[in-house]
């Protein structure tokens, strides 16, 4: 196992590490939360949707602008100051709905504060990794960080539908922005070499000249079609429909927690595979992976008992992740790391920017034709989106390299 976690020997990734398992745990915590406060303060899943587009609509306008920063300044710098800045609009969310003072419009004002914020740590995030850890450990970097994180999102989830269930939404939102604090503290300790400080020229500049790379790159953008469906059909009616049908048929907050909780550990089992898993075409491999992840959404369309569901929720979540190490690793390596942070942030922008729409029109589509139809629907887009991305040549056919350019 020592061997396995061979980038834990870098101090940097080790503090990396660390900050993303404190803040993903309070992030597993905070949508069984949210989900939770929304229905008890309306009672409505379209009300639901609408807080959550709140959070997605910020983190698409600014996505382009955080990666161009995350290329100019020290990476991790961009991520302390978007941790304290989620942390912040979390807390007042909490504080908020525990003295009873909440108004839908708060919710969704202050999840529009941590979406901005998000949209400059995820490009930072994502392309920091590779400063972190020598180029033979990258997949391992990866996989290890997506598996301590994923492992936090087992107890997380199932931490979070008890919280909700003994004490209320809101403390389990003041958990969660504890722990963007915590994790602000052990990012804020990393030291990056000065000479990866990424210097640029203006905003437009380099906006432009990552659009041409990414349009350059016929893999890059087809797989981030592809997932512009994948996300807004697929994230847009677990997240809203999920809790009303977990709250109507399978038993509330807990079992939704406990179905949160067995994809996270699928998502664990699989990362422990892509430690040691290699393979050659790690695109065509990523894509058929993603078939998988519709098992979920075909469970909850009866909706199946809830262990059914649950085992479904797993299968999903060990095949997504297969498809999240063989991404950010075929990003890493096919791509200059001083462009990654503007590439993660037009693959995010191309990936979320449906999203808003998934989640604001999956209320109201599931009123309409029934829940059932709603999440067989999103099904077959999953899976009909995924099959066209296959006729993709440089999908089909592109390799993993054994040495990673760095300029």
Same mark, same amino acid.
């Given at each position: 196992? /020592?061997?396995?976690?061979?980038?834990?020997?870098?101090?940097?990734?080790?503090?990396?590490? %660390?900050?993303?398992?404190? *803040?993903?745990?309070? *992030?597993?915590?905070?949508?069984?939360?949210?989900?939770?406060?929304?229905?008890?303060?309306?009672?409505? %899943? #379209?009300?639901?949707?609408?807080? $959550?587009?709140?959070?997605?609509?910020?983190?698409?306008?600014?996505?382009?602008?955080?990666?161009?920063?995350?290329?100019?300044?020290?990476?991790?710098?961009?991520?302390?100051? *978007?941790?304290?800045?989620?942390?912040?609009?979390?807390?007042?969310?909490?504080?908020?709905?525990?003295?009873?003072? +909440?108004?839908?419009?708060?919710?969704? +004002?202050?999840?529009?504060? !941590?979406?901005?914020?998000?949209?400059?740590?995820?490009?930072?995030?994502?392309?920091?990794?590779?400063?972190? @850890?020598?180029?033979?450990?990258?997949?391992?970097? !990866?996989?290890?960080?997506?598996?301590? @994180?994923?492992?936090?999102?087992?107890? &997380? +989830?199932?931490?979070?539908?008890?919280?909700?269930?003994?004490?209320?939404?809101?403390?389990?939102?003041?958990?969660?922005?504890?722990?963007?604090?915590?994790?602000?503290?052990?990012?804020?300790?990393?030291?990056?070499?000065?000479?990866?400080?990424?210097?640029?020229?203006? =905003?437009?500049?380099?906006?432009?000249? &990552?659009?041409?790379?990414?349009?350059?790159?016929?893999?890059?953008?087809?797989?981030?079609?592809?997932?512009?469906? @994948? !996300?807004?059909?697929?994230?847009?009616?677990?997240?809203?429909?999920?809790?009303? =049908?977990? !709250?109507?048929?399978?038993?509330?907050?807990?079992?939704?927690? $406990?179905?949160?909780?067995?994809?996270?550990? &699928?998502?664990?089992? #699989?990362?422990?595979?892509?430690?040691?898993?290699?393979?050659?075409? /790690?695109?065509?491999?990523?894509?058929?992976?993603?078939?998988? *992840?519709?098992?979920?959404?075909?469970?909850?369309?009866?909706? +199946?008992?809830?262990?059914?569901?649950?085992?479904?929720?797993?299968?999903?979540?060990?095949?997504?992740?297969?498809?999240?190490?063989?991404?950010?690793?075929?990003?890493?390596?096919? /791509?200059?790391?001083?462009?990654?942070?503007?590439?993660?942030?037009?693959?995010?922008?191309?990936?979320?920017?449906?999203?808003?729409?998934?989640?604001? @029109?999956?209320?109201?589509?599931?009123?309409?034709?029934?829940?059932?139809?709603?999440?067989?629907?999103?099904?077959?887009?999953?899976? &009909?989106?995924?099959?066209?991305?296959?006729?993709?040549?440089?999908?089909?056919?592109?390799?993993?390299?054994?040495?990673?350019?760095?300029?």
């Amino acid at each position: 196992m /020592i061997r396995r976690l061979g980038p834990l020997r870098e101090r940097e990734f080790r503090l990396l590490f %660390a900050g993303q398992l404190v *803040s993903r745990l309070g *992030s597993a915590i905070a949508p069984v939360a949210l989900a939770f406060a929304v229905l008890d303060l309306t009672g409505s %899943a #379209s009300d639901l949707g609408i807080v $959550l587009a709140a959070r997605q609509i910020p983190t698409i306008l600014f996505l382009l602008v955080g990666g161009v920063w995350a290329d100019r300044l020290p990476r991790h710098r961009v991520m302390v100051v *978007s941790n304290l800045v989620s942390g912040l609009s979390q807390v007042l969310a909490g504080a908020l709905l525990l003295t009873g003072d +909440a108004r839908l419009w708060h919710l969704g +004002a202050l999840a529009a504060v !941590n979406g901005a914020s998000s949209a400059f740590f995820f490009p930072a995030s994502s392309g920091v990794v590779p400063q972190t @850890v020598p180029a033979p450990l990258l997949q391992q970097a !990866n996989a290890t960080l997506r598996l301590a @994180v994923n492992a936090t999102n087992i107890t &997380g +989830a199932a931490l979070g539908g008890l919280l909700v269930a003994a004490t209320s939404p809101g403390t389990a939102i003041v958990v969660d922005g504890a722990s963007y604090v915590l994790a602000a503290s052990f990012v804020g300790a990393m030291h990056l070499p000065p000479g990866l400080r990424m210097q640029g020229s203006t =905003v437009v500049a380099e906006l432009r000249d &990552g659009w041409r790379d990414f349009w350059a790159r016929g893999w890059l953008w087809a797989i981030v079609i592809q997932f512009g469906v @994948v !996300n807004a059909a697929g994230q847009g009616v677990v997240s809203v429909l999920g809790p009303t =049908v977990a !709250n109507e048929h399978l038993g509330g907050a807990a079992a939704w927690g $406990l179905v949160l909780a067995a994809m996270s550990v &699928g998502l664990v089992l #699989s990362g422990v595979m892509m430690l040691r898993w290699r393979p050659r075409r /790690i695109l065509r491999v990523a894509t058929y992976s993603v078939f998988g *992840s519709a098992a979920v959404l075909v469970a909850l369309a009866r909706p +199946a008992p809830l262990l059914v569901v649950a085992a479904a929720a797993f299968a999903s979540g060990f095949c997504i992740e297969i498809f999240g190490v063989l991404w950010d690793t075929a990003m890493q390596q096919q /791509i200059p790391h001083d462009k990654l942070s503007r590439m993660y942030s037009y693959d995010a922008l191309g990936s979320w920017v449906l999203m808003p729409v998934g989640l604001i @029109v999956a209320g109201p589509v599931g009123e309409a034709i029934g829940t059932r139809a709603a999440f067989l629907g999103a099904a077959a887009l999953v899976v &009909g989106a995924t099959a066209l991305v296959l006729l993709s040549h440089d999908v089909r056919t592109l390799e993993r390299r054994t040495a990673v350019a760095t300029a």
